[in-house]
Every structure is written in structure tokens, then in C-alpha cells.
């Protein structure tokens, strides 16, 4: 099965970007009540709580980096991925396979 990408985003509201590692786990949690995307996925780390979101928009996915929008019906309700690159504008995350729905 294909890799599949994600952009974190929106760290800087939270905790920032420095604790995050090449390797750590997060848990990706879908969001439908979010007054401002239907389809937001919120990203949280243990013992921190909520630290951002998947990006959703052209304007904060990076590279080939899939979107929220994207990802959304791939996933159940919850989901995991590993951090693969820290940079300044966003993280770049693998969506662990386990996470992903089987195609019928």
C-alpha cells in the first residue's frame, strides 16, 4: 500500500514545534463539530493534549503532503502517524498503514 503524508500544522498555537522528533508517535482524532472545518483532524501527544491540526489547506500542506480533506474517509475516527521532518512551516508525519481503512 502507498505511503500516505501528512502536514502537522498550527503548532504554534499550542506548544510549539521543539519537543517534536523524527519517530514520535501522534494520535489523529477527527473533529466534526469544528465550527470552522467540517472535516478537521486534531493532532494530539500524549501528555500534552491537543498540539494541532492536519493541514487542510493549499496554503499549509507541504510538498505532496496529503490534506485533511484528503485523508478524512481513509481513516476511522481515530488514527496514528509518526514524525518524519520538523521544519519551520510545518511537520511532515506518516500515516501509520494500521491506521488506514482497507479498500473494498
Keep these: ?25 501522534i494520535r489523529l482524532e477527527k473533529e466534526p463539530e469544528n465550527e470552522y472545518d467540517k472535516e478537521a483532524i486534531k493532532v494530539t501527544c500524549e501528555g500534552l493534549g491537543k498540539i494541532g491540526y492536519v493541514a487542510n489547506s493549499s496554503h499549509t500542506v507541504i510538498g505532496e503532503s496529503i490534506s485533511a480533506g484528503r485523508l478524512y474517509d481513509k481513516i476511522g475516527d481515530i488514527a496514528y502517524a509518526k514524525v518524519i521532518l520538523v521544519t519551520s512551516s510545518g511537520t ?10 482497507k479498500k473494498k
Design 92 to 101: 511532515i508525519c506518516k500515516i501509520c498503514q494500521k491506521s488506514l481503512k
Design 1 to 25: 500500500m502507498k505511503k500516505v503524508f501528512i502536514t502537522l500544522t498550527g503548532t504554534k498555537h499550542y506548544y510549539g514545534n521543539d519537543f517534536l522528533k523524527k519517530d514520535m508517535k
